[in-house]
């Protein structure tokens, strides 16, 4: 395709003894909508084309693809209805996850899943004196508005303010009892120590507050205490095992 100048160049070299005056001049009026077609055509790289420096990538986020891979064992009504995430992994990632859905075909109403490097591991009832509502249950997709590293991160972050050293983490996501907040809450861990709980917003992964392990362990009402026991009570110590690595609520 020439480009206007180059067309101007190439009248200019015809034998314009041979050429009619009207065509010439048919094909200098047509230049500006032959232009104009090409560039609408052949739009310059940039923002929004998928081309160019300027062009944004799909956003990855491990949760959500777990969750993905996770949620195709659960009735299609109810893929979306996730009561519980926890995640275990290491200081910046998280490489093993656990979703409980809300499930009313069990009689507990709550399944299991374990997902690690997106291929599920074990699907596995909750097995609960206790049954789980419906309505404590959320999306994460609506939730999780940033993705496990940026919380990480921002636990992290805090980690080095104080001066802890840790070397692996376990994340939890739930409602509250009042079921109003969803706080992402991160286990500090060295081996298999706990070394304080920093609680993270999911959709801005601000810290909200930090607790150390002493204080957590002197008041056992403490609702992270509860939560993160409570989840391993109803599925037992071989579900426990499985997705940690310990076993502490059945011995």
Known sequence: MLSNKGFLLLIIHMDMHRLPLVCVLGWLLALPFVGSAFAQ???PPGPGNGSGPGSQPPV???????????????????????????????????????????????SSHGRAVVVSRGKIERVQPVDSRNTYPRDMSFSPANVTLKEPPAILRSAAVLARRKGIEYDNTRMLLRR??????????????????????????????????????????????KQFVRDVQGTFMNMGGELEQFFTGKRTVDK
């Open 41 to 43: 055509s052949y739009p």
């Open 60 to 106: 990855y986020n491990a949760l959500l693809e777990a969750h993905d891979a996770a949620r195709v064992v659960i009735d299609p009504p109810h893929r979306n209805d996730v009561l519980t995430i926890m995640g275990y992994g290491g200081v910046r990632s998280v490489d093993r996850w656990m979703f409980v859905y809300y499930d009313p075909s069990v």
């Open 176 to 221: 509250s009892v009042d079921g109003t907040s969803l706080v992402w809450r991160v286990e500090l861990l060295s081996a298999r120590k706990s070394m304080g709980y920093v609680y993270v917003s999911p959709r801005t992964a601000s810290v909200v507050r930090f607790e150390n392990s002493e204080l957590v362990a002197q008041q056992k009402g």
